[in-house]
Each structure stands twice: as structure tokens, then as C-alpha cells.
């Protein structure tokens, strides 16, 4: 159980072009989906908390007009990085959480853009 | 601010040998911990959590021990296996937030 899905797993695309990464929960409810970022052999970074139907919250320093996020519903979140830079290229990964339980992991996004 | 940290970014192992990893916390509100395990180029894995009121929690070859006291959390993984490195993440969760404060990690090696 607690299975949580990304797609796709590796993105390649070229300076300028926006790209959807998809997190969806497989076997649960996520009340609340998180996005990080991690650099190479570093911790992750807390990008923004998704509560279902509401608004992100995005953490400080984290561009909310260029990380478009959305949680549409209990069991999918989207990240839309758009007009991508070079500097946006990084593994991204999600969490969901149902209330009061751990949060699983996806198993990341490696997105390189040109 | 408040933080997560870890007191060695590298570990090596014997296999077979047991292993401590061990997390320093600074939040003393901080009710529910969480080790994470992260292979490379893989998103983190749930390995064991324990919340405040527990001081040890045993999971399969896994044992978690928390000293409130002095805000230490350990990860013992007992008879080491090739599979069993990667990158060794604890998290801290302080009541009423939502989101996870990670420390950076410890790298978990085993020699053969």
C-alpha cells in the first residue's frame, strides 16, 4: 500500500518550453500532495504543500507564476514548470499524505532542459 | 532556524555488521519523526517513523531510538546488506504543521 506515482520519470526539453509533471496517490486519498526539488547529494527542498481543492502554499524564494501547481482532486497533483531555464533543470520529487498518516514518496522527475 | 541535522554525512559498514545512523534535532516541539531511505536516482522510501510518546520502535532489521532529552534520534539496521545502501534521511514533523523539516542525509556504504 501507499504507493505514489510520477510521470514522467525523465524529461528532456528545450529553453522556453513549459513541462507537466503528474503525481498521483494509487492507493490512497492524499489530502495533502508536497513538491521538492534536490540538487545532487543534497536534502530536498520543499517547493510548496498542495491541500486538495485549495490554493498552494509556496515556500519562500519559490516562484508561484512559474511553478504552476495544481490539486485538482484526492488522488492527482500536478507541477507545471514553465518557460524553462537551464537552472530549472533538477530531480523533482513529490509526497502525499493522507491526514495524520507518513508521507510516501514518488519516485522523482529528472527534468534537463536545453 | 530550526533544523534537522545529522552528525556524520558518511557511513561505511561491514556487510553483516549492524549500523547506527544517527539525526540531532533542535525542535523540541517536534512530535513524530520519520526515517527515509533514498537509493540513487530514486525518490525516498518510508523506512520507520515513531512518534514523542515511544522512545524505541522496531521495524523489520530496523530499530528507531529517540532521546527526547537530549533531541538525538538513531536508525539501527541490524546485519548490513549490500541492498541496504543509499542515502539515510530523518525528518521531523512538529505538531500542528504539515510539512516534513529534512535533514541532509547520511550515505550508507558497505564493504563487502
Same mark, same amino acid.
Given at each position: 500500500?501507499?504507493?505514489?506515482?510520477?510521470?514522467?520519470?525523465?524529461?528532456?526539453?528545450?529553453?522556453?518550453?513549459?513541462?507537466?509533471?503528474?503525481?498521483?496517490?494509487?492507493?490512497?486519498?492524499?489530502?495533502?500532495?508536497?513538491?521538492?526539488?534536490?540538487?545532487?547529494?543534497?536534502? #530536498?527542498?520543499?517547493?510548496?504543500?498542495?491541500? *486538495?481543492? @485549495?490554493?498552494?502554499?509556496?515556500?519562500?524564494?519559490? %516562484? +508561484? &507564476?512559474?511553478?504552476?501547481?495544481?490539486?485538482?482532486?484526492?488522488?492527482?497533483?500536478? #507541477?507545471?514548470?514553465?518557460?524553462?531555464?537551464? *537552472?530549472? @533543470?533538477?530531480?523533482?520529487?513529490?509526497?502525499?499524505? %493522507? +491526514? &495524520?498518516?507518513?508521507?510516501?514518496?514518488?519516485?522523482?522527475?529528472?527534468?534537463?532542459? #536545453? | 532556524?530550526?533544523?534537522?541535522?545529522?552528525?556524520?554525512?558518511?557511513?561505511?559498514?561491514?556487510?553483516?555488521?549492524?549500523?547506527?545512523?544517527?539525526?540531532?534535532?533542535?525542535?523540541?516541539?517536534?512530535?513524530?519523526?520519520?526515517?527515509?531511505?533514498?537509493?540513487?536516482?530514486?525518490?525516498?522510501?518510508?523506512?520507520?517513523?515513531?512518534?514523542?510518546?515511544?522512545?524505541?520502535?522496531?521495524?523489520?532489521?530496523?530499530?528507531?531510538?529517540?532521546?527526547?532529552?537530549?533531541?538525538?534520534?538513531?536508525?539501527?539496521?541490524?546485519?548490513?546488506?549490500?541492498?541496504?545502501?543509499?542515502?539515510?534521511?530523518?525528518?521531523?514533523?512538529?505538531?500542528?504543521?504539515?510539512?516534513?523539516?529534512?535533514?541532509?542525509?547520511?550515505?550508507?556504504?558497505?564493504?563487502?
Amino acid at each position: 500500500g501507499a504507493v505514489v506515482s510520477q510521470h514522467p520519470s525523465r524529461v528532456i526539453c528545450k529553453s522556453g518550453t513549459s513541462v507537466k509533471i503528474e503525481c498521483r496517490s494509487l492507493d490512497f486519498q492524499a489530502t495533502t500532495m508536497f513538491w521538492y526539488r534536490q540538487f545532487p547529494k543534497k536534502s #530536498l527542498m520543499l517547493m510548496a504543500t498542495s491541500n *486538495e481543492g @485549495s490554493k498552494a502554499t509556496y515556500e519562500q524564494g519559490v %516562484e +508561484k &507564476d512559474k511553478f504552476l501547481i495544481n490539486h485538482a482532486s484526492l488522488t492527482l497533483s500536478t #507541477l507545471t514548470v514553465t518557460s524553462a531555464h537551464p *537552472e530549472d @533543470s533538477s530531480f523533482y520529487i513529490c509526497s502525499a499524505r %493522507e +491526514k &495524520d498518516a507518513p508521507q510516501y514518496f514518488g519516485p522523482g522527475t529528472r527534468l534537463l532542459v #536545453l | 532556524g530550526e533544523s534537522v541535522g545529522l552528525h556524520l554525512p558518511t557511513l561505511s559498514v561491514q556487510e553483516g555488521d549492524n549500523s547506527i545512523i544517527n539525526c540531532a534535532y533542535s525542535n523540541s516541539a517536534s512530535d513524530y519523526f520519520i526515517w527515509y531511505k533514498q537509493e540513487s536516482g530514486k525518490g525516498p522510501q518510508f523506512i520507520i517513523d515513531i512518534r514523542s510518546n515511544m522512545d524505541k520502535r522496531q521495524g523489520q532489521r530496523v530499530t528507531v531510538l529517540l532521546n527526547k532529552t537530549v533531541k538525538h534520534l538513531s536508525l539501527q539496521i541490524a546485519a548490513t546488506q549490500p541492498g541496504d545502501s543509499a542515502v539515510y534521511f530523518c525528518a521531523e514533523i512538529y505538531q500542528g504543521a504539515q510539512k516534513l523539516v529534512f535533514g541532509q542525509g547520511t550515505r550508507l556504504t558497505i564493504n563487502p
